[in-house]
């Protein structure tokens, strides 16, 4: 019988926990200078929407389902929000393959329908796209609590 290895892909150590919480920035720009940048030159010096992926959940109605949302919770670089329009909604911070240093996007002319479609006047650097704010299991847990869904 052959002794295999065991590797430690993943460690619980403290070490591990270290390792920061990537943190989405969106430039507010004054008035005065939105009115001056074109479009293009606001998306490429803010690029916001390139650093992350949402994706429409369920309503944490049924244990289930509170589970995996806790299950979520406890990945790095995983958020849950309630937005505006009371559609739950998982955020994962992960930026885009394709964009460049620079801001510019490497496959601009063959990109994704949802990059071509998308509005910046609807971009997170215009305001709070959000209700509630999930970034930790317990902050999650409590907002069920204090709202009475039965976990």
């Known amino acids: ?3 295999i ?7 619980t150590s403290t ?19 939105e009115k001056q940048l074109s ?24 244990e289930d389902t509170i589970q995996m949302y806790i299950w979520y ?4 670089n ?10 739950w909604q998982i955020l994962m911070k992960t930026p ?4 460049l240093p620079s801001g510019y996007c490497a496959i601009y002319e063959n990109r994704p329908k949802i990059c071509k479609e998308y509005d910046p006047q609807n ?3 215009t305001g709070k796209d959000y209700k509630v704010l999930f970034k930790t299991p317990e902050e999650f847990l409590k907002y069920l609590s204090k709202r009475k869904i039965k976990k």
């Open 15 to 33: 070490d591990a926990k270290q390792i920061p919480e990537m943190e989405l920035y969106f430039p507010k720009f004054s008035k005065k200078l």
């Open 73 to 76: 919770l406890y990945h790095r």
């Open 96 to 99: 885009c393959e394709n964009l």
């Open 5 to 11: 290895k065991r590797k430690n892909i993943l460690s």
């Open 123 to 125: 971009c997170s650097r």
């Open 1 to 3: 019988m052959h002794k």
């Open 39 to 62: 479009q293009e030159e606001i998306c490429i010096q803010c690029h916001g929407c390139c650093m992350y992926v949402t994706v429409p959940l369920d309503p944490p109605e049924d």
């Open 78 to 87: 995983i958020e849950i929000y309630l937005d505006l329009y009371n559609q």
